[in-house]
């Protein structure tokens, strides 16, 4: 998938042993989960609203390509 809130996927296969694995870009900073526990007021909160509308574009475009993910972090 192309998009510029996807991060792209590098490599897919197999290790010697048969376990799956996937190597994807390295993308710094915080986890979602850490970013909204931080975003203690309304206005931080408010502030996280463009970064959820990007997932969601994300998402639909990724669904528009026959992807689906349950996995969002």
Not at 4 to 21: A, K, R
Not at 43 to 56: E, F, N, S, Y
């Amino acid at each position: 998938l192309q998009h510029p809130s996807i991060v792209p996927v590098h490599e897919v296969g197999t290790w010697d042993g048969g376990d799956p694995f996937y190597a994807m870009k390295l993308v710094a900073g915080q986890t979602l989960d850490r970013v909204i526990a931080e975003a203690t007021t309304t206005d931080a909160r408010v502030a996280l609203v463009p970064h959820v509308i990007a997932v969601a574009d994300a998402l639909a475009y990724a669904h528009s390509e026959h992807v689906i993910h349950r996995d969002l972090k």
